[in-house]
Each structure stands twice: as structure tokens, then as C-alpha cells.
């Protein structure tokens, strides 16, 4: 019922920034949360993010609070993360998902749907 799709990664020097874009298609309006996850090779799929169309609500995991923000654009159904200072330890798979649950925002079983994910990588 709803599709995602990522854009924006890419390489960048430590310091630097970049934004991620992720346009749904579908029912979206059935959505509750959309969020953003980092994952790496080696660790669990984290929190980065999570967000209401509203905007009314945001949340951000604690490793990037301060660093990074979510935005939406309602009429081009895109959720946005804006990644500043980035660090090599924020080098990951980031990926969106949209959930149709009201709880458990910042858990990674709450989503019914996903993006494919797009390569961040922060080095010199």
C-alpha cells in the first residue's frame, strides 16, 4: 500500500553534510510515523529519526540529536533527513520506513514499510 524510495547518499568528508530524500507513493495517509534507521555491518539496525506529515511530532535517536533533522513536504509526499557535522562513525545503509502503528516509534518492528536503503560513507 505505500512504496519508498531513497536518494542522496553518497561520499563526504567528515565536518560535511548532506540531505536524504525519501518519496512515498500510495496510501500514505494511513501512516501514523515516518522515520529514517542507519544501519552497518556491524551493529543492529538503529534510530535516527522519526517524524508525523504534521511535523507536529519529531524525534531523533541520541547519537545524532543536534546533528541532524527531519523535515516533510506534504505535497510531493518526501520526508527529508538534513545530516550536518557528520562523522565517520555515521557511515551506514540509511533507509526510511513508514509505519501504521501509533507506538513503539523508535523500534524497527513498528514499520510495515521500507525503502532500499541508500550508502552514506564519511571519510577523508
Known amino acids: 500500500q505505500v512504496q519508498l524510495r531513497e536518494s542522496g547518499g553518497g561520499l563526504v568528508q567528515p565536518g560535511g553534510s548532506l540531505r536524504l530524500s525519501c518519496a512515498a507513493s500510495g496510501r500514505t495517509t494511513d501512516t501514523t510515523f515516518m522515520a529514517w534507521f542507519r544501519q552497518t555491518p556491524s551493529k543492529v539496525r538503529e534510530f535516527v529519526g522519526a517524524c508525523k506529515w504534521s511535523g507536529l511530532i519529531t524525534e531523533y535517536g541520541e547519537a545524532v540529536k543536534g546533528r541532524f533533522a527531519i523535515s516533510t513536504d506534504n505535497v510531493r509526499n518526501t520526508v527529508y533527513l538534513q545530516m550536518n557535522n557528520l562523522k565517520p562513525t555515521d557511515t551506514a545503509v540509511y533507509y526510511c520506513?513508514?509505519?501504521?502503528?501509533?507506538?513503539?516509534?523508535?523500534?524497527?518492528?513498528?514499520?510495515?514499510?521500507w525503502g532500499q536503503g541508500t550508502q552514506v560513507t564519511v571519510s577523508s
Open positions: 520506513a513508514a509505519s501504521l502503528d501509533k507506538n513503539n516509534y523508535n523500534r524497527p518492528g513498528a514499520y510495515e514499510y
